[in-house]
Every structure is written in C-alpha cells, then in structure tokens.
C-alpha cells in the first residue's frame, strides 16, 4: 500500500479554530470500577507543540483517562478540560479533539467512506476533506469496499482519518502503531511529530517503549492509575536507555 508524506496544512480544514492554546488539563481525576481505582487522582497538562508519550503497564488507566478526555466514561471524581471547557459542552466535539481508540471502528457492513462522510455530515466538516484524508491515509484506493474485509492496518488507518477529520486542535491516539506495517509506523511517526510542529496537542499511548523515544518529546508515566512521571524525554531518560528508565519506575526499584 502506498503511503503519502502528509502536510496536514494542504488539507480543507474546517479552519479558523485554531488556538495557540488548546491545552488539555486533567484536574484530579479519578476513575473507580467497583474495587479497581483505575485512574488516582491525576493531575497534569497535555500542552501544545509537542508529543506528549503516555506509557504504562497494562491495566495502568491509560485507556480509562482518555476516555473520560472525550466523555466516554465518567469521572469518579476531578475533571478533563479542554482548553478550558468539558467534552460534552463543545460544538461540534471532532473539530477540538480527534481520537483513535482501541476498539473504536466502523460498522464492517459501511466502507470508509460511507463512514467518513457520515462523521463529517453529523459535525459539519465539509465532504472534501473526506476525500483528501482517504487518499493520504493511504486508503484511496479501497474507500469504496466494506471496512469488515479490511485488515487491521487498514481499520487504523480509517481511525487516524476519522481522528483528523476536524481538524483538530487536540489529537488523542490509544496504540496507533497495532497492526501498522513498517512503512506505515514511519508515515504514523512522522504524521504525529508533524502536528506537533504546527502546534497541536498530541497524546499518544504506547507500549512499544522505542516508538515512543523516536516520537515524543515529553512522557506522562502512569502505573497502578497513579502518575508516576510528568517530564521531558531527556530528562526522564538520563543516562539510562528509556526501557530501563521506564521499567525501574513502575517496578518501584
Ligand atoms: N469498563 C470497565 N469495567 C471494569 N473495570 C475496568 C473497565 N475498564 C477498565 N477497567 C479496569 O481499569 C484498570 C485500567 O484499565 P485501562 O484499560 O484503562 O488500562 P490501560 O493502561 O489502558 O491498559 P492496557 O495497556 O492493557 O491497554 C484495569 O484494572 C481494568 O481492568
């Protein structure tokens, strides 16, 4: 499959919301499943013009906090603000902030167009960008076939599109790299490292440690729902190479 180098600035945005300012701040936020305190009482800023890295063991509250970011799940206590406002008091939510999470997917029975045009209907994005975002996401030439015969590569693909669809200020991205193909890691790497560079917040959650060093400029660590880490990469790092950085962190040693 053939994938384009993207300058996301040649694409129809929406255009005129962007702000220098989209932080998006997590305000002593917590998550309780029954016993489980999945997200304890975090607080952080996802600032502007960087990669912010988002790692953690399994079962750390990763997934959790970026579903109370898009009012997926409720806080159990704290807030998620985006530039200042909650999730559910935006217009037109996917012009402020795009996502991929895992198991977020089309209807197997819609193809990606279908999809992507009836997203855009449903938050005014015009039918243009559609088309353009297929063909730079590397699915122009099947966005007319049925996403239940895609591959997996295929399915994030159509995620990363549906994330960018608005435009937005804020990108959130839960394990972009599965079922990516080595070009199509590169073309994510360099996509998520070209936002940054036009001043979007990005927060991309990984567990593939070495991505994550090639990609981001700053690490959230959080593990047992507690953040651990709140730091530059260099700083976090060290020394040390970041596997071990990061593994001597959430181990306690
Ligand atoms: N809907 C739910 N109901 C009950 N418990 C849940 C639910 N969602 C998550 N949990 C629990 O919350 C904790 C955090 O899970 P979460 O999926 O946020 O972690 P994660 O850091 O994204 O993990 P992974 O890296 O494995 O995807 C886990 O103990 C998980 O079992």
New binding site residues.
């Given amino acids: 499959m053939v994938v384009h180098s993207v300058n996301f600035r040649e694409l129809t945005g929406p255009g005129g919301h962007r702000s220098v300012h989209d932080v998006l701040e997590l305000r002593n936020l917590s ?1 309780r ?2 016993r ?4 304890d009482d975090v607080t952080c800023a996802v600032r502007p013009g960087r990669v912010t890295g988002f790692l ?12 109370m970011v898009l009012g997926l ?1 409720r806080p159990s206590a704290g807030q998620v603000l985006v530039n200042g406002a909650r999730y559910r008091d935006l217009r037109d939510p996917l012009r402020h902030v795009g996502a991929l999470l ?1 198991g977020s997917q089309a209807h197997g029975g819609r193809s990606a167009y279908q999809h992507l045009r009836w997203l855009a209907r449903s938050n005014r994005v015009p039918t243009a960008r559609v088309h353009e975002l297929l063909g730079h996401v590397g699915l122009g030439d099947v966005a007319h076939q049925r996403v239940g015969g895609y591959s997996l590569g295929m399915r994030q693909r159509l995620g990363i599109a549906a994330a960018l669809l608005g435009d937005p200020p804020v990108l959130l991205f ?2 972009p790299t599965n079922g990516l193909d080595p070009a199509g890691v590169r073309w994510l790497r360099e996509t998520l490292r070209s936002f940054a560079a036009e001043g979007r917040t990005v927060l991309v ?1 990984s ?1 593939l440690i070495s991505e994550i060093e090639l990609t981001a400029d700053h690490l959230l660590v ?1 593990a047992r ?1 507690r953040l651990l880490a709140d730091a530059p990469l260099e700083e976090f790092r060290g020394t040390e190479a970041l596997e071990d950085a990061f593994l001597r962190l959430v181990s306690g040693r």
């Fill in positions: 998550k499943y029954g489980v305190l999945a997200v953690g063991p399994n079962g750390a509250g990763k997934s959790t906090t970026m579903r799940d895992e839960d394990e959650s567990h959080l729902g």
